[in-house]
């Protein structure tokens, strides 16, 4: 919101006709950057209805009671404003601007494009259309547009923190991970309290391996955004990562507790309890996965990977035979359910499912099978000796 609303000051200014409707739209401009919203809808009405304004002075005032709704969370009345500011001032960016986020954030990312695209063709200085023009690319992996308009925004106003914030995460995309770093440092720089830019360093960091340093932003992730799950998400991947389970799975409880509904919570706290030793309290964490997602092959087969583990080797293979049946023909759901086979000495079975994985074309290296131990129960029959021939 703040992003839009700076770069309007000289359009509305620039579209009054007397010295009390300029005051009185500079009373209206301050409230919306101070984020009064609601005083700013009445100072805004107050002055389209004064009988005041020439019909581009009407237009710039609705483009500015618009962001003034759109800041109080009424995008319905934001985007009439926005609507009536074009009719009366087809030539009004700003206007084009707001309308372009409105869609922006209803995820109608052509007609975000549309409105966007005509507020740059009316002023191609217009660094924050070219912002979030940027932002809809990213978002539809478009990196080499996306670039292109982050870019000459930053140019346009180098202090736009969302923008560089942006760019970070497209060069994130591109894995120029430097470039995304020193890009999430500058927006930081501007705004230390931008939680976006300290999520993207921080995971970054986390895929460079610099684990100090990702562990440090996604301290102060928390510290500017305590409600935000994915903040211990993050920190629980580092404490994951360097090994100390027990932290990271406190912060995944946090996680949960904050958002009970996120499936990939449960099965990250799952797989954390692997490596520490607690298959029980992993079974629960997989089970309320599938409890939640319950259409998850990947699900089904990382329980069954477990249950294999512990033994539990007919439970294992309902859950493999129900990832199969929500994903045919997995390579590893197949590999997985001939290892069981084998374990539970039934030869036939074990034989069927790599025959199956061969079939797939997914099972060319002969090495890959060899080195089973679990098949070493069927290593002699006679169904495992034809597959080795073929």
Not at 138 to 154: P, Q, W
Not at 320 to 327: M, P, R
Request: glycine share 8%; charged share 30%; aromatic share 8%.
């Amino acid at each position: 919101m703040r992003l839009a609303i700076v770069v309007i000051l000289c359009v509305v200014c620039s579209g009054v006709s007397s010295p009390s409707a300029v005051c009185a739209s500079e009373a209206c401009r301050d409230l919306v950057m101070q984020g009064r919203f609601s005083d700013a809808v009445r100072e805004c009405t107050g002055l389209i209805g004064s009988g005041k304004l020439s019909k581009e002075g009407l237009g710039a005032e609705h483009a500015w009671r618009g962001f003034a709704y759109m800041g109080a969370g009424d995008a319905g009345k934001a985007m009439g404003d926005f609507d009536r500011a074009i009719e009366m001032d087809p030539k009004n960016d700003m206007a084009y601007l707001g309308r372009g986020q409105i869609h922006e954030m209803k995820k109608d990312y052509g007609a975000a494009r549309v409105d966007l695209s005509r507020a740059i063709e009316i002023n191609p200085g217009n660094s924050a259309a070219l912002a979030h023009r940027g932002m809809i690319s990213y978002v539809e992996k478009k990196y080499g547009d996306a670039l292109g308009d982050l870019n000459r925004s930053i140019e346009l106003d180098p202090k736009n923190a969302r923008a560089l914030c942006f760019r970070g995460n497209t060069h994130a995309a591109m894995k120029e991970q430097q470039k995304a770093v020193d890009d999430y440092t500058r927006a930081l720089e501007l705004n230390p309290g931008d939680f976006l830019s300290l999520l993207g360093r921080g995971l970054v960091q986390k895929k460079m391996k610099r684990y100090d340093e990702a562990l440090a932003d996604y301290n102060g992730l928390i510290k500017v955004a305590p409600g935000f799950w994915q903040a211990y998400q993050g920190r629980a991947d580092i404490y994951a990562a360097t090994k100390r389970y027990g932290r990271a799975i406190e912060d995944l409880s946090r996680a949960i507790r904050i958002d009970p509904a996120q499936v990939v919570l449960y099965s990250q706290r799952g797989l954390t309890y692997v490596f520490y030793r607690r298959p029980d309290k992993a079974k629960e964490d997989f089970s309320k996965a599938i409890e939640l997602s319950p259409s998850s092959a990947a699900l089904y087969l990382t329980r069954a990977a477990l249950y294999r583990e512990v033994g539990r080797l007919d439970e294992s293979v309902g859950d493999l035979k129900k990832a199969l049946e929500l994903k045919p023909g997995n390579l590893a759901t197949m590999m997985l359910l001939a290892r069981v086979e084998s374990l539970r000495n039934n030869a036939s079975e074990a034989c069927r499912w790599l025959n199956a994985a061969y079939a797939t074309g997914g099972l060319r290296n002969r090495n890959l099978v060899t080195r089973e131990k679990d098949l070493d129960n069927i290593r002699y029959s006679e169904c495992y000796m034809k597959f080795m021939e073929r």
